[in-house]
């Protein structure tokens, strides 16, 4: 069965940095778009970032264009979340998405 299982979230200053892994198994990596989506508190999803298969074609959420980077290794199966200048307003649940499918978040948050 399809699993993602997303790592690299913690506590970091406003201005820092921190890079997303999303491991995913159980299904042709290499055939699917990749996202990454987070969630806020009292707020709904929203995308953020998103590859197509191959990696190369990206588009971004307006909030994140320029801080944040995605990208793949379709040897590893894993999909990543560059994020740089990050910003208290950042701070989410962050998840990747394949279709319908979610792995179960990692939690970023931004705070001095």
């Known amino acids: 069965q399809v699993q993602l299982v997303e790592s690299g979230g913690g506590l970091v200053q406003p201005g820092g940095s921190l890079r997303l892994s999303c491991a995913a198994s159980g299904f042709i990596f290499s055939s699917y778009a990749m996202n990454w989506y987070r969630q806020a508190p009292g707020k709904e999803r929203e995308l953020v970032a998103g590859i197509n298969s191959a990696g190369g074609v990206t588009n971004y959420a307006d909030f994140v264009q320029g801080r944040f980077t995605i990208s793949r290794d379709n040897a590893k199966n894993t999909v990543y979340l560059q994020m740089n200048s990050l910003k208290p307003e950042d701070t989410a649940v962050y998840y990747c998405?394949?279709?319908?499918?979610w792995g179960q978040g990692t939690q970023v948050t931004v705070s001095s």
């Open positions: 998405n394949v279709n319908k499918r």
